[in-house]
Structures are given as C-alpha cells and as structure tokens.
C-alpha cells in the first residue's frame, strides 16, 4: 500500500461529454439501453479511413463566454471545458474569480489539441504561419483554459500517455489528495476526432473496416470517439465539512510501461497483469473482493485476451464470477478520454446497481471466456471495481474504484 | 520535510547546442557566456548515443535517448543497468516533459493526409509522432517496466516530470527514474516563434491589444508577459537533460555516490501571476539560488527546467545553498542540494 497516505480521495462530481450525450445522464442512459454513439464521420471527410464512422459529438454548442474567453479554444478544449464545468457543478463547487491554491488539476490527453495542429498545417503549407492556431494546438494551452475558467492555482498535471492517459491523471490526482498537496483536483481527460490521428490509426489497422466489437469471436478492431470525462477528487474530510456526498473512492491505482514495443501488446499480457496486480496492492485490498471490471476491451484481435488474461492472472478464480465489460463500442475508444469515462461507468454502476454492457456482441471466443455482459445492461451488487487502460507506447494504467462509505 | 524520503541525483546527462554533456553549459554558465545563434543547433551524432540500433527516430527522441545515454553512464549503470541483477525493473520508470515533443514527425504525417489524403499516412511515422513515443522508447530501451510519463505544460513540462517523479517516488512507485525534458526545434515550432518575434517588434505595446480592422493579431501587454510570449524574445535553443533520480535506500544499495539531491520540485496550475515565488515555496526553498541554462544555451521550452537542474546538480556539490530550476512562466521549479550523507 502507498506510503505516507494522509488522505481519502473521493469523488464528488462527474461530468462527460460523449457521443451518446452531452452530460452525464444522457450518457448514462445511453450506455445502460444499450445504445452506440458511433455514427458517421461528418467534421471532416473521412475518405480513405479503413471505416467512414466514429464516436462524434454531435449537436454541441459551446459559449465561449461562460468560461470567460473572447474565442473558442480548440475543439479538445471545449469538450474539456464542458464536462468540467458539469463535474464542478455536480459537485456544487463553484468556479473561483480567484486562484485556489489547495485546487488542483491533472488533465489527459492523447492528442491535444489536434484541430487547431491541422489548421496550423494547412496554413503552412499555403506559406502561412497562423499562429494562433500553433497555440491553440499546444498541449498546455487546455490546461492554462481549464486552471483560468475555473480558478485552479493549486498542482497541475497534464499527462500524454496514449490510450492511458486518463485513468493515469485519475492516479495522478488521487495521489495529490492522498498525499495531502491539494484538497480538491479535477481530474480530466479530453480528445477530439481529427484527420491525422484516424489516418494513423486506420493505416495501422487498430481500425476495423468493419464494426467495433469487443471480446467477441468476429472482433476486428476498434472504432474511435471523442468527448470528455471529469471528475472531481477531493479529500474525503473537505467533502464531508461542506456536506457534499462521495459517490466513490479512489481506493489505488498503477501505471507502467511494458518495455517490449511501440504498438506490439507484449507477450501474455505481462504489463497489464503487472498494472492490475499494483493497483490492486496499492488499494491494499484483496483482490478477491473485486465486483466488478470495466475493461479496456477495444476490440482489437490482440489486445482483447492478453487483458483477459491479465484480469485471470491476478483475480484468479474471482475473474469468473464477477462482470467484466467494456463501454468502447457504444462511445467509441475515446483515447485520452477514455480512461475518465470508464471510470465514470464505473462510478455509475456502483452507485446504480447496474453494469453498462458490451454492446455490439455476437459471438463467444475461447479466449475471451468471462462474462462480457453482451449487449444489455445487467444489475449488480458492486462496491469494488477496477478500470483498466492501455495504449500505443506500451502503457497501462489501473484505477481501483470503491463504495463511498 | 525531515520526514519525506529523500531523493538522490546519481546521474546527469545532457545535450544542448553546447554539446553533449552537461560540461559546456556549467563551464558557460562560470565564464556568464551569452546564448550564440551558432550554437544552438544540437550538432552531434544521434546514432552515437543509442544502446541498439534504430531505424526511423524523431529529433525530440533522439535528444531525450542521447541523455539518457549520458545520464545512465553518469550514474554508473551502463547498459546492463536496468538489467542488473539485483534490480528490479518494475520499479524503475521514466518521467519526460516536452512541450511540443515530436513536431517534426507530426509535420510530416500530417503533411501526408493533407496533401495526399487520409490513406496516406505513414503506420511508422504515425508511431513516433505521439507525444509520448520518446518516454516509451526510453522504456524499450532500458526495460524500464515501472511508471512511464510525459507531461506537457509549455516551458514548465520537465518542471512537471520532475515534480511527479518525485510523487511517484514519495508514494513508493518507484526506487529508480530517468527524469527529464526534450525539445527539439522543428520546423513548426520556429516558423511560429519568428512571427511572435515579428509581432512584438511591429507591436511594442498595444493596450488593446487589436489591429485596426478590429482582429485581435496582435498581443496585448498582458497577453506578452504569458509564458510563451515572455520568451519570444529569447534566442531559441534545442536539447534534453536526464536526471537518473534513485531513492536514498536504492541508490545506497548498490553503493552509487549520489551527486545532489532533488530536495523537492513543484508544478503550479498555469497562471499570468506566476512570479516563480510560489513554485520554488512548494518545491521547498524560497531562498534558493536560481539557475537558467536558457542563458547559455538560449530557451529551449520543455525542455529549459530539465536543463538548468542538470545544471544545478552538476554545481551542487560545491555550492553552499540550495540551487533551483524556474520555468520562465514561473509555474513549475526544482531544488537541488548538495548530497548530504
């Protein structure tokens, strides 16, 4: 277990915006009917990807003004800024005109602001140098919009670690609580469809030119999406002196590397074994006593049993008498977001008493023999659960969500 | 702080337009030299400092893996290092700020799909335009299984690597990290910084900050002292530094003589106010002795804080007080000590 703890990290206030929704209900809804935000690409022309369809948000409309800004920010950002704003207020935390020292903030993103890096290329191919558009790209400009909208002063992150990303700004930011730096930190990852990152993804054949279908015997890949997830982490005894309730706590988490290829899962899954063991340790509870998986589960032909196999390792016979299902195929594989979400599913269904389902399911594969909840949402008894994220580089990443008690 | 582990420095590696190593830039920093445009461009031979052989690398990795190379020489390690016996690789992890990481490769896949179309991005180039593709190779590279990061937040990202290394470490993630920043300067990246330089100097001050047809082009007074607009007078450099960061216990055990200590390290929330003042208060040391390699080796983004704490490692051992590295936006510092056995 984690040395030196000096705090509860707890979460008080989600927000998301996604394919299947705007806010947190409407996603929700969306996951437990069973639905799937993926529909065609329509921001850009998406002729030449393997598959012409994707998680897009649709129907968004941002006010720069609520956040205080003369323009809107980079596309990314704006989803950021909104499931945000969402979170803080479902935590009844209103943004500060002054800086907040004990506030803190860990952002996630694969891409950044991939939009406003397209614009800026456009530009200089024409000889142009829009400039602005280079800093709207820049990686930390999401994070001097988020910490200015909403009066962070305290610790900042914003971590890259591909698909990983997000459920490691969750451990980053449950870190600056336990270890008593902050008293509240938003912990957000953020991503926006854009025409490079899908080329590669779709010329590296993550893309299916099919449909995304996770665990199941006819999977060829995975389909991506974009949005938001936040969350607001704070120290259990901030939350309880200004009455606000925990929805769950971050009972530990683990990031790592595999340290064997760039895009090749290593062998038996040994990284993610590693990742769900160590957060599992640091949560210092029995693995035994874990409810429920939310799996990366992206649908991929190698990806799906090297996790499976990770979750057996380590849960041993438990893996077989609990859920494990991944959302992916109903909002797409929303990269640095992705982690958030999932987390966010999975504080919903300990709280609801319901399991979001593997939508898009068709058929059983030996290796991939746990209970996928294919297709309908299925009720539970969860009080602990694990989100498990992986990414191009070889990261790996595990959060360890609990009851609030 | 009497209670925290504490966090040994036993190795450092370098590279800048000075050269490879952190030698130059300390031997600059005494002689108070200037930044010199001829020397910026990190003239040295990437292929050199590579424990295996690689086919594609980005200029931004092949930096950060040249001071890794160094760093882990530094330190005693060697290539059989992260494989020692008696090591243990899942305990050992990297920590990279940049700012703008692999830029060069990005322009180039991207130059592909706009031009050629969305079939045509390159899978290899694709794989090392992420952000994270230099942390991941130093993993590969030094079968580092533990924590792997990079962090992005303009001039203080290797402030951040530094400051959640040392999270990491404090909370018993890790025993061993390479802990650092790269940049590198890529085309994008100039042909932005030279028409910020050419609007500051059409545009001195401007309170309204707008051109006469109303469009914001140009920057206001405030907007000029954020972080990114502050430097656009700097003279730009390129490079990485690698701190090899052990924990008191590991470092001792494999009997390592550490060359400072990373008394603390702090990153802040990105704020116009930042004076540098509060960093340095979180990092532990409001007192410490500011160190900038940028006015050696000129400004080199992500990659400036890594720098100048190689730097204050380097000059720690004969140095009476605590030493520290300043983003210049003033968000993210590092103290450096003397070792203290």
């Known amino acids: 277990m984690m040395a030196r703890v000096r705090g509860r990290a707890v979460i008080t206030g989600m927000g998301v915006v996604s394919s299947l929704g705007r806010n947190l209900d409407e996603c929700w809804r969306g996951l437990i009917e069973g639905r799937s935000g993926i529909g065609p690409i329509t921001r850009f022309d998406p002729d030449g990807l393997r598959n012409a369809n994707a998680g897009q948000v649709r129907d968004f409309d941002f006010e720069p003004a609520v956040f205080g800004l003369r323009a809107a920010p980079d596309l990314a950002t704006q989803f950021l800024l909104t499931a945000a704003r969402e979170a803080l207020h479902r935590a009844a935390i209103a943004p500060a005109a002054e800086r907040q020292a004990r506030f803190g ?66 451990g980053v930011a449950s870190d600056m609580i336990r ?94 074994t590693r990742v769900v063991r160590d957060a599992i340790v640091d949560a210092g509870i029995d693995a035994r006593t874990i409810d429920y998986v939310n799996a990366h589960g992206t649908g991929t032909q190698p990806h799906d049993p090297a996790e499976v196999q990770a979750v057996k390792n380590v849960l041993g016979e438990r893996a077989r008498e609990i859920p494990m299902s991944s959302i992916k195929a109903a909002l797409g594989h929303m990269m640095g977001a992705a982690g958030v979400v999932e987390a966010i599913a999975t504080v919903m269904a300990i709280n609801e008493g319901v399991v979001s389902p593997t939508v898009n399911y068709r058929e059983p594969d030996p290796e991939c023999d746990l209970d996928h909840v294919p297709n309908e949402a299925r009720e539970a008894t969860v009080r602990r659960a694990i989100s498990i994220s992986a990414g191009i580089g070889g990261n790996n990443a595990c959060v360890v969500l609990g009851a609030a008690n | 702080m009497a209670d925290q582990l504490r966090i040994a420095i036993t190795g450092i590696g370098a590279l800048s337009g000075l050269g490879a190593g952190v030698e130059p830039l300390v031997e600059a920093l005494r002689a108070g030299r200037e930044p010199d445009a001829d020397l910026l461009d990190a003239d040295y031979a990437p292929e050199e400092f590579r424990e295996s052989p690689k086919t594609y690398m980005d200029p931004c990795a092949d930096h950060v893996l040249a001071a890794c190379w160094l760093a882990v020489r530094s330190a005693g390690l060697g290539w059989e290092g992260a494989a020692h016996p008696g090591f243990d690789s899942e305990r050992m992890g990297a920590s990279i700020g940049t700012a703008f990481g692999t830029l060069e490769s990005m322009l180039n896949m991207t130059g592909r799909v706009q031009q050629k179309g969305l079939r045509f991005g390159s ?14 190779l130093i993993a590969i590279e030094y079968e580092l299984q533990g924590p792997n990061m990079t962090h992005s937040l303009g001039d203080a ?10 999270t990491m470490m404090r909370a018993g993630r890790a025993d061993l990290m ?29 309170d309204q ?11 206001t007074n405030e907007e000029r002292q954020t972080a990114n607009d502050s430097t656009a007078n700097d003279v730009l450099g390129e490079g990485a530094a690698i701190l090899v960061l052990e924990t008191e216990a590991h470092a001792l ?8 200590e990373l008394s603390g390290a702090s990153m802040l929330a990105p704020c116009r106010d930042n004076a540098g003042e509060r960093a340095l208060i979180a990092a532990g040391s409001e007192r410490a002795q500011v160190i900038d390699a940028a006015s050696v080796c000129g400004h080199t983004f992500g990659a400036s804080v890594a720098l100048s704490a190689a730097c204050c490692a380097a000059l720690a051992a004969e140095a009476d007080e605590a030493l520290a590295a300043v983003s210049a936006d003033g968000s993210g510092a590092a103290v450096i000590e003397r070792w203290r056995a």
């Open chain 2, 253 to 260: 055990a494999r009997g390592a003589q550490p060359l400072a």
């Open chain 1, 179 to 272: 270890l008593g730096e902050a008293d509240v930190v938003l912990a957000a990852g953020y991503e926006a469809l854009a025409p490079t990152p899908l080329s590669g993804l779709s010329v590296l054949r993550t893309m299916t030119d099919e449909m995304i279908r996770p665990f199941s015997a006819d999977r060829s890949g995975t389909l991506f999406g974009e949005g938001a997830g936040a969350l607001v982490i704070e120290e259990l005894e901030h939350a309880r002196a200004r009455n606000a309730r925990p929805l769950a706590e971050v009972l530990g988490w683990a990031e790592n590397n595999n340290a064997y290829h760039i895009t090749a899962p290593d062998q038996g899954g040994a990284g993610m």
């Open chain 2, 157 to 166: 990202s290797s402030a951040a690597a530094l400051a959640y290394a040392v």
């Open chain 1, 105 to 170: 903030a860990s952002y996630a993103t694969n891409f950044g602001g991939a939009n406003s890096w397209e614009s800026y290329v456009a530009g200089l191919l024409e000889g142009e140098v829009p400039v602005e558009a280079f800093e709207e790209f820049a990686f930390g400009r999401a994070a001097e919009h988020a910490c200015e909208a909403f009066g962070i002063g305290g610790p900042c992150a914003l971590l890259s670690v591909a698909c990983a990303s997000g459920s490691a700004a969750i």
């Open chain 2, 209 to 219: 900050g707008r051109t006469a047809d109303g469009l914001e082009a140009r920057p």
């Open chain 2, 178 to 206: 390479l802990v650092g920043g790269c940049e590198a300067l890529s085309d994008p990246l100039v042909a932005a910084m030279d028409v910020k330089v050419d609007r500051l100097e059409a545009c001195p001050t401007n």
């Open chain 2, 123 to 136: 899978p290899m180039i694709f794989t090392h335009a992420f952000i994270n593709t230099p942390a991941a």
